[in-house]
C-alpha cells in the first residue's frame, strides 16, 4: 500500500503540480574529494539569465570523452554525481548539472525549464570541454529530459551517443502502467491520459537516427517499471542497444553485481570509435 502512494504520488505530480514532480533539496550531500575527485565549480547562464549550477569532473589523463548527466528528480547534484564517480579514472569527464530550482541552480522546475537548462548546458560544453566525443547519459527522469534535449539539439551539436538508464518516453505510458499494478487503480488507469502531458516528452524517437541510443533499465526497478524501458527501445531507432540488468533497481545500473556494467559500458563506449 505504502508503495502505491508513492506510484500515485508520483502519477499526480507529473501531470497536475509541478511542485510534486520535482524534490529538489537544498545543500551538500557529498564531498568529491573524500573520493577523491578534483572538479571545477561552475555557474552557467541561461538565455533568460539565470544562473544553472553544475560540477565538471575532469579525467586526470588526457580525455577519451565527455559525458554530460542528466540526474533525477530527487535530491541535487551532490548526491547523484556519485553514479558516475568512476568514469574520470577510466580517462573519461564528466559534466552533471541542476535543474532551475534544484540547490543553487535559479528559478522553477518545470518540463519546460529542464529541457531549456539541458540545452544551455549542452551549449556551454562544446564550447569548453574538453577533447574527444561528447555523449549525454541521463538516469530515471533525467533520462526521459536528456532524450528530448537530444532531439532538439541533434542538428546543432555532434553527439557521439545516449545513454538512458531506468527511465521512460511517454509520461502517460509510465503513468498507466503504474495505475495498472494495483487492483486498486487498475479501473482508473485512463486518468493518465487526462491528468498527464506529453508535450515535452522525446518524440519522435524515430528523429534521434543516427545517433546511437544505449538503454539500460534494471529488472527489478521498483519505480520505473522495466517494461518502460523494454518500449522506449522498441520505438527508438537503429543504431540502438538494450541491457535488462536481472539484479538491478533503481539508480544502481554501475554498483549492482559488483560493477561489472561499467567495464561493459567501456567496452560499448570503445566499439562506438
Given at each position: 500500500?505504502?508503495?502505491?502512494?508513492?506510484?500515485f504520488?508520483?502519477?499526480?505530480?507529473?501531470?497536475?503540480?509541478?511542485?510534486?514532480?520535482?524534490?529538489?533539496?537544498q545543500?551538500?550531500?557529498?564531498?568529491?574529494k573524500?573520493?577523491?575527485?578534483?572538479?571545477?565549480?561552475?555557474f552557467?547562464?541561461?538565455?533568460?539569465?539565470?544562473?544553472i549550477?553544475?560540477?565538471?569532473?575532469?579525467?586526470?589523463?588526457?580525455?577519451?570523452?565527455?559525458?554530460?548527466?542528466?540526474?533525477?528528480?530527487?535530491?541535487?547534484?551532490?548526491?547523484?554525481?556519485?553514479?558516475?564517480?568512476w568514469?574520470p579514472?577510466?580517462?573519461?569527464?564528466?559534466?552533471i548539472?541542476?535543474?532551475?530550482?534544484y540547490?543553487?541552480?535559479?528559478?522553477?522546475?518545470?518540463?519546460?525549464?529542464t529541457?531549456?537548462?539541458?540545452?544551455?548546458?549542452l551549449?556551454w560544453?562544446?564550447?569548453?570541454?574538453?577533447?574527444?566525443?561528447?555523449?549525454?547519459?541521463?538516469q530515471?527522469?533525467?533520462?526521459?529530459?536528456?532524450?528530448?534535449?537530444?532531439?532538439?539539439?541533434?542538428g546543432?551539436?555532434?553527439?557521439?551517443?545516449?545513454?538512458?538508464?531506468?527511465?521512460?518516453?511517454?509520461y502517460?505510458?509510465?503513468?498507466?502502467s503504474?495505475l495498472?499494478?494495483h487492483?486498486?487503480?487498475?479501473?482508473?488507469?485512463?486518468?493518465?491520459?487526462?491528468?498527464?502531458?506529453?508535450?515535452?516528452?522525446?518524440k519522435?524517437?524515430?528523429?534521434?537516427?543516427?545517433?546511437?541510443?544505449?538503454v539500460i533499465?534494471?529488472?527489478?526497478?521498483?519505480?520505473?517499471?522495466?517494461?518502460?524501458?523494454?518500449?522506449l527501445?522498441?520505438?527508438?531507432?537503429?543504431?540502438k542497444?538494450?541491457?535488462?540488468?536481472?539484479?538491478?533497481?533503481?539508480?544502481?545500473?554501475?554498483f549492482?553485481?559488483?560493477?561489472?556494467?561499467?567495464?561493459?559500458?567501456?567496452d560499448?563506449?570503445?566499439?562506438?570509435?
Amino acid at each position: 500500500m505504502i508503495r502505491l502512494i508513492v506510484y500515485f504520488s508520483f502519477l499526480v505530480g507529473l501531470g497536475a503540480c509541478s511542485s510534486l514532480l520535482y524534490y529538489p533539496t537544498q545543500g551538500q550531500y557529498f564531498n568529491p574529494k573524500k573520493i577523491p575527485l578534483q572538479y571545477d565549480d561552475i555557474f552557467i547562464t541561461g538565455k533568460d539569465g539565470r544562473k544553472i549550477h553544475a560540477w565538471y569532473f575532469h579525467s586526470p589523463t588526457k580525455s577519451k570523452g565527455t559525458f554530460l548527466f542528466f540526474h533525477g528528480n530527487g535530491e541535487n547534484l551532490t548526491s547523484h554525481f556519485i553514479g558516475l564517480h568512476w568514469l574520470p579514472s577510466e580517462g573519461y569527464s564528466y559534466l552533471i548539472f541542476d535543474y532551475p530550482g534544484y540547490d543553487k541552480s535559479e528559478g522553477e522546475p518545470t518540463p519546460e525549464s529542464t529541457v531549456e537548462a539541458g540545452k544551455e548546458v549542452l551549449r556551454w560544453l562544446v564550447k569548453n570541454k574538453e577533447e574527444g566525443p561528447l555523449y549525454i547519459y541521463g538516469q530515471s527522469l533525467g533520462g526521459n529530459i536528456a532524450l528530448r534535449v537530444a532531439l532538439e539539439m541533434k542538428g546543432e551539436v555532434p553527439l557521439k551517443a545516449v545513454i538512458v538508464d531506468g527511465t521512460f518516453a511517454s509520461y502517460q505510458e509510465v503513468g498507466r502502467s503504474i495505475l495498472a499494478k494495483h487492483w486498486l487503480t487498475w479501473l482508473i488507469q485512463p486518468l493518465s491520459y487526462v491528468v498527464l502531458s506529453d508535450k515535452y516528452a522525446p518524440k519522435p524517437l524515430a528523429d534521434l537516427s543516427p545517433i546511437p541510443l544505449l538503454v539500460i533499465h534494471g529488472v527489478q526497478d521498483p519505480v520505473i517499471p522495466v517494461e518502460q524501458g523494454e518500449k522506449l527501445y522498441a520505438q527508438a531507432p537503429e543504431p540502438k542497444n538494450l541491457w535488462l540488468l536481472p539484479y538491478g533497481t533503481h539508480g544502481d545500473s554501475f554498483f549492482t553485481e559488483d560493477g561489472i556494467y561499467r567495464q561493459k559500458l567501456l567496452d560499448y563506449l570503445h566499439g562506438l570509435n
